[in-house]
């Protein structure tokens, strides 16, 4: 499978929910690649028709469901026909550690949003940490964690788990490019709702997904704390729950 058809297969098409991946079927460094219906990426899932939801629970088996909004942002705009399932949710915020409010559009672009996903990564240690150890439960499986777009904070946390597992740099900034095809209609669905009125043109640096942002991102990581596996490690992740994270996301 070339990997414009494997970035293919590895899309959930939804009604009202716009930027829905698989993160399985993703190379490893020493051989195999992750495992598919394990975890998800997405946008906000709030305006999920009664068909996504059954697509979610019953197509993906969907079991744990991490909003990585902020709590106000969260209340606000919770999470639809989904608060009416059996689905476990947890607010796991990822966020600046001072200076921006939880849930503010933050006026960065282009080369700045290195900056800004560290600056993010350095205020969210509890929620990434705690994220891992659901992903690493095989009883939660599968996983699917979101913000609002699905690219920022939802690429932060992608490309920490990724890294802590051995997926190369370079399909790990593929994946975080991917979100570039779904920003326009993302934009036309956050502008309708609440909590996103500051939230710029899809043509603003700060929607782009641009995979030397990642790429940079990423070198800041493996230079300051050894990657993802050595950041989580500096978070309070044991060695054990290191292997059982990558035997939950890695098959050989």
């Known amino acids: 499978m070339t990997g414009r058809s494997a970035d293919a297969a590895r899309w959930v098409e939804l009604a009202e929910v716009d930027n829905v991946r698989d993160l399985g079927g993703l190379p490893v460094r020493g051989g195999g690649a992750t495992r598919r219906g394990v975890l998800f990426r997405a946008s906000t899932v709030q305006e999920a028709t009664p068909a996504d939801v059954e697509v979610l629970l019953d197509g993906l088996g969907l079991r744990t469901l991490v909003d990585l909004r902020g709590p106000r942002e969260s209340a606000r705009e919770g999470h639809g026909l989904l608060e009416r399932t059996g689905l476990s949710r947890v607010n796991l915020p990822v966020r600046q550690e001072r200076g921006v409010a939880a849930d503010a559009v933050p006026d960065v672009s282009g080369s700045r949003l290195a900056d800004f996903y560290l600056a993010m990564l350095a205020g969210s240690g509890p929620s990434v940490l705690a994220a891992a150890r659901i992903v690493a439960d095989r009883e939660r499986h599968a996983v ?9 904070r939802t690429g932060l946390l992608a490309a920490v788990l990724l890294d802590a597992v051995g997926v190369p740099a370079d399909a790990i900034a593929e994946d975080y490019a991917l979100s ?3 920003t326009a209609r993302i934009g036309e669905r956050l502008a309708r709702l609440p909590s996103y009125g500051r939230l710029p043109a899809v043509e603003h640096g700060l929607m782009s997904a641009d ?13 300051g704390s050894g990657g993802g596996a050595g950041w989580l490690l500096r978070q309070g992740l044991t060695e054990a729950e290191l292997q059982d994270l990558r035997a939950a996301l890695v098959e050989p």
């Open 211 to 223: 995979p030397a942002v990642m790429h940079r991102f990423l070198e800041a990581l493996r230079t």
């Open 180 to 182: 570039a095809s779904r």
């Open 144 to 152: 699917m964690f979101h913000c609002a777009v699905g690219k920022d």
